[in-house]
C-alpha cells in the first residue's frame, strides 16, 4: 500500500518479493550468495536461477565491491530483473560508509535505466545486518534517488519496500523531510 508519495517516489509496506515491477533491487552480499533478511527471501522466491545466474557473475569476474550492481533474471517473482546492489557494512562511520550507500542506490538505478526499467522496488539497503543506521541510510536513499530522478531518468515509480512498521515510518518521515 503507498500511502506517501513525493515525484515519483513511493513508501511502500510489505514484502518485496510480490510486487510487480520491472526490476527488484536485492541487498545483497559482495559474493551474491543466498543469505538472510530481503537477500534470503528474494532468492527463496525467485528460485534456483537467481543463484544460478548470481554464481555465472561472480566465476567470470570476482566479487561485487561495495557499492556497484549487477543484474540478473527475477526467476520466479514478478519483476523482469534483480538488481543486486551491494550496500556497506557499518563501522562507525569511518570508513567512508555513507559514501559507498549511496553509490550502492546509485548505482542499482543507473543499471535499471541501463535495462529501460520504469518501475522499481527498492528495500532498505544495508540496514538489517550490516548494521548501518536506519534514519541515516534513509535519507541517503531518499535524496540519491531525487537526485538521479532529477536528470531526466527514464524511471516513472520507485517504490522504495519496508517490510515493517518502524522502517515504514523512518522511510516516510525522511521523504517528508527532504
Known sequence: MCIQAKSKICIVAGDITTIHVDAIVNAANSQLSD??????????AGGPTILQEC?????????????????????????????????????????????????????????????TCKTMAIPCISTGIFGFPKEKAAIIAIRTIITFLQKDSILEKINLVAFDKENFDILSAALANY
Open 35 to 44: 543469505g538472510s533478511g530481503v537477500n534470503g527471501a528474494i532468492h527463496r
Open 55 to 115: 554464481q555465472k557473475i561472480i566465476a567470470n569476474r570476482g566479487i561485487c565491491p561495495t557499492g556497484e550492481a549487477v543484474i540478473t533474471s527475477a526467476g520466479n517473482l514478478p519483476a523482469q530483473y534483480v538488481i543486486h546492489a551491494v550496500g556497506p557494512i557499518w563501522q562507525g562511520g569511518s570508513q567512508h560508509e555513507e559514501e559507498l550507500l549511496a553509490q550502492c542506490y546509485y548505482s542499482a538505478l543507473k543499471l535499471a535505466t541501463q535495462y
